[in-house]
């Protein structure tokens, strides 16, 4: 089978800012493209190595089902790490994705940095990354404390290029970044990536995102943190960002810890709730419900999530959230990802836990969980049916879409 070629492009500068590309040649003549950017003051932090290129291609390469050669300097360590990273998505997704073999130029594990034991963190302002970001600067972590000497918010990630004000909701996003790190004596190092918009299925890859953008910074530190997104008691389900395969994105001279994963969300907020710029700049809620604005909604699942998660803790509900959702809101909730279903569970755990179980909210929590299963319920009563309800509808309209969807559609 013929191979394809992931070739790492020449760094180029511009205007005070580094930008940084690779190409991933396909067999079929097609093409995916990657590019980072960042401050040129960062530019001494840059590795060479192909390692970040190769975890940001992984899932175009899974896709593609070729074996790759990359052109350039890769950690063994890390090739092997992807071998097994590639088994698992291809169980996780059968016929979506398939393992292949890797090559390189030259198999080489990264050379030690300077300031060895130097750990760079992401930060996304959200529960999970401040709780890493907080409990690992002040040392709360015991022995796996890691020494954080700068942090990484990526624009991109939260804040897709695409998106309506994308570079002016960044810009707030960036200040808070700044705020953050800042109040902790460290540096915030922003970076900007059109990875969200390559020919991937985004919501299987996003980990991967984080894991290159880290990857990028390896020339000067060889750790780093991300918060974990997938509690341990989850670890049976497939995940963008999981305990099991984010350490199989590092490398021997380059770690990535998934950390606080033995945390609730309630515990996260607890602990957090003692910073009080994080109580002012914490962010769950990018617009995704109201296009170009940054100012965290109140109203949307994350939100309410978030701010219950600090009523279960005890805690008064921090400045970053304008108002409290009443019970109605919460009731109007609806839960789509199993995972968001498990986080409601928690809450309403939680809430039982904490001597809550009779309050209004809690129980606007146990009745989003109730529709949500009687939703599940009615679904699986009429999957049978499916098939002839779209054969009428293409001979009523034309169309198996509902009259809802095909209103959309006209818009």
């Known amino acids: 089978m013929r191979k394809a070629r992931l070739v790492l492009e020449p760094m180029s500068?511009?205007?005070?800012?580094?930008?940084?590309?690779?190409?991933?040649?396909l067999p079929n003549g097609s093409e995916e493209r990657l590019w980072w950017q960042l401050p040129e003051e960062f530019s001494d932090s840059v590795?060479?190595?192909?390692?970040?290129?190769?975890?940001?291609?992984?899932?175009?390469?899974?896709?593609?089902?070729?074996p790759v050669h990359v052109e350039g300097q890769v950690s063994p360590s890390l090739m092997a790490n992807l071998e097994l990273f590639m088994r698992i998505w291809e169980r996780w997704e059968p016929g979506r994705y398939r393992a292949v073999d890797l090559s390189a130029a030259e198999e080489v594990e990264l050379p030690p940095i300077r300031e060895p034991n130097s750990a760079i963190a992401s930060l996304?302002?959200?529960?999970?990354?401040?709780?890493?970001?907080?409990?690992?600067?002040?040392?709360?972590?015991?022995?796996?404390?890691?020494?954080?000497?700068?942090?990484?918010?990526?624009?991109?990630?939260?804040?897709?290029?695409?998106?309506?004000?994308?570079?002016?909701?960044?810009?707030?996003?960036?200040?808070d970044a700044r705020e953050l790190s800042g109040s902790l004596g460290l540096p915030c190092i922003p970076m900007k990536t059109n990875f969200q918009q390559m020919r991937l299925n985004w919501s299987h890859a996003w980990g991967t995102q984080i894991a290159c953008g880290l990857h990028l910074l390896a020339g000067r530190y060889d750790t780093a943190l991300t918060a974990n997104d997938m509690p341990y008691q989850w670890m049976g389900m497939a995940w963008p960002s999981h305990p099991v395969t984010n350490?199989?994105?590092?490398?021997?001279?380059f770690a990535l810890i998934d950390d606080g994963g033995e945390f609730s969300r309630s515990e996260k907020a607890k602990?957090?709730?003692?910073?009080?710029?994080?109580?002012?700049?914490?962010?769950?809620?990018?617009?995704?419900?109201?296009?170009?604005?940054?100012?965290?909604?109140?109203?949307?699942?994350k939100c309410i999530r978030t701010i219950l998660a600090f009523r279960v803790a005890g805690c008064a509900r921090p400045a970053a959230f304008l108002r409290d959702p009443s019970d109605a809101e919460i009731r109007r909730v609806r839960l789509h990802l199993v995972?968001?279903?498990?986080?409601?569970?928690?809450?309403?755990?939680?809430?039982?836990?904490?001597?809550?179980?009779?309050?209004?909210?809690?129980?606007?929590?146990?009745?989003?969980?109730?529709?949500?299963?009687?939703?599940?319920?009615?679904?699986?009563?009429?999957?049978?049916?499916?098939?002839?309800?779209?054969?009428?509808?293409?001979?009523?309209?034309?169309?198996?879409?509902?009259?809802?969807?095909?209103?959309?559609?006209?818009?």
């Open 13 to 25: 500068k511009h205007a005070g800012t580094l930008q940084l590309s690779a190409a991933l040649q």
């Open 47 to 66: 590795t060479p190595w192909g390692d970040p290129w190769l975890i940001g291609m992984i899932f175009p390469i899974m896709q593609a089902g070729a």
């Open 124 to 175: 996304s302002c959200g529960v999970d990354s401040c709780f890493t970001l907080f409990r690992h600067a002040r040392r709360l972590a015991g022995r796996r404390s890691q020494r954080i000497t700068a942090t990484v918010v990526q624009h991109g990630f939260d804040v897709w290029l695409h998106n309506k004000g994308s570079d002016e909701v960044f810009e707030r996003l960036l200040a």
């Open 247 to 253: 350490p199989l994105l590092g490398s021997k001279g």
């Open 271 to 301: 602990l957090i709730a003692d910073w009080p710029e994080a109580m002012r700049h914490l962010h769950v809620c990018f617009g995704l419900d109201q296009p170009g604005t940054y100012q965290n909604c109140c109203t949307c699942e």
């Open 339 to 411: 995972t968001r279903v498990r986080r409601w569970e928690q809450l309403a755990r939680g809430a039982e836990a904490a001597g809550l179980g009779q309050t209004g909210w809690a129980k606007a929590v146990r009745s989003v969980l109730r529709k949500h299963r009687m939703r599940q319920f009615r679904n699986r009563i009429q999957r049978p049916f499916i098939p002839i309800r779209n054969a009428i509808r293409r001979i009523v309209r034309g169309t198996e879409l509902s009259r809802r969807e095909v209103g959309d559609k006209d818009r």
